[in-house]
Nanobody, 127 residues
Framework: QVQLVESGGGSVQAGGSLRLSCAAFGHSSSTACMGWFRQAPGKEREGAAAIDTHDTSTYYADSVKGRFTISQDNAKNTLYLQMNNLKPEDTAMYYC????????????????????WGQGTQVTVSS
């Protein structure tokens, strides 16, 4: 079991930056893969980025590649998402998720592959 708590959302203008944080509380075996997902109003939840916490391999959706960077601080049990050059289409609720299986196994495409979820943090990008 693990509890995930996101923070760092907010409102920025297009071209700006934000850094999201996700603190993990619980057994580390539940966080072999950690990811960031987002859901815009009226749309399905989609994967943005993920990281295999044991070997730090990273995975990105094409829509965020080159602009977002996922990273981890093992000492703080915290996951980050650095978001640069934000666009209005990045506006969404952002969720942290984790699973005991490696990202290379579960991938980034299927929401239901991730067992644990945070409550989300809102990101709003204005043009």
């Amino acid at each position: 079991q693990v509890q995930l708590v996101e923070s760092g959302g907010g409102s920025v203008q297009a071209g700006g930056s934000l850094r999201l944080s996700c603190a993990a509380f619980g057994h580390s075996s539940s966080t072999a893969c950690m990811g960031w997902f987002r859901q815009a109003p009226g749309k399905e939840r989609e994967g943005a980025a993920a990281i295999d916490t044991h070997d730090t391999s990273t995975y990105y959706a094409d829509s965020v590649k080159g602009r977002f960077t996922i990273s981890q601080d093992n000492a703080k049990n915290t996951l980050y998402l650095q978001m640069n050059n934000l666009k209005p289409e990045d506006t969404a609720m952002y969720y942290c998720a984790s699973d005991p299986r490696a990202c290379r196994i579960i991938g980034l495409g299927q929401v239901y592959h991730y067992s644990y979820w945070g409550q989300g943090t809102q990101v709003t990008v204005s043009s």
